[in-house]
């Protein structure tokens, strides 16, 4: 008749196995959102935990002729 604890319990774990589905897989699209700083010579980009010695790396071996401020004109700050 009614439903019992077993019915209840399959229900749940259908429930969370949808919720998780999606959390798992490739995280392409997340590591896209994070590339937020930009060489504004060549317009390459980096992760936003890319630190300033990376950047430096990046102006030195690309633009050696350019100023690291002009590349990265956010670590003037």
Avoid: W
């Amino acid at each position: 008749m009614g439903g019992g604890n077993g019915q209840k319990s399959k229900m749940a774990r259908e429930k969370n196995l949808e919720k998780n589905k999606a959390a798992k897989g490739s995280q392409l699209e997340t590591n896209k959102k994070a590339m937020n700083i930009q060489c504004k010579v060549c317009m390459q980009t980096f992760i936003c935990t890319t630190s300033e010695v990376k950047c430096k790396e990046h102006a030195e071996a690309k633009h050696p002729k350019s100023d690291l401020y002009i590349c990265f004109p956010h670590l003037k700050n």
